[in-house]
């Protein structure tokens, strides 16, 4: 059974950073990529950054994270982290933490964290 175990949400101002971790467990992990999700209220989930165990990390990014929010992952502790720089108002959602095969996550991943809102305030 995969578990995926989110934290490091919060409330923040505008321009404040916040760190999410996701923690897996329940398998063997080197073939599967994780990523990060987020739902706003009234809004589709949509796909915010992933990472690659395989292929040397690569990484990937929505345009509207792109060189403020940083994945990586420690393979040993089988945990993906999310570096969030300079905060908008508009990045207020919950954040799910996905688990899938391949090299990268999308919206069929078959694993799912609970999520972990963040909220930023301007």
């Known amino acids: 059974q995969v578990r995926l175990v989110e934290s490091g949400g919060g409330s923040v101002q505008a321009g404040d950073s916040l760190r999410l971790s996701c923690a897996a467990s329940?398998?063997?992990?080197?073939?599967?990529?994780m990523g990060w999700f987020r739902q706003a209220p009234g809004k589709e989930r949509e796909f915010v950054a992933t990472i690659s165990r395989s292929g040397g990390g690569t990484t990937y990014y929505a345009d509207s994270v792109k060189g403020r929010f940083t994945i990586s992952i420690d393979n040993p502790k089988n945990t993906v982290y999310l570096q969030m720089n300079s905060l908008k108002p508009e990045d207020t959602a919950v954040y799910y933490c996905?688990?899938?095969?391949?090299?990268?996550?999308?919206?069929?991943?078959?694993?799912w964290g609970q999520g972990t809102q963040v909220t930023v305030s301007s």
């Open positions: 329940g398998r063997t992990f080197s073939k599967y990529a």
């Open positions: 996905a688990d899938q095969f391949g090299v990268r996550v999308t919206t069929t991943a078959p694993y």
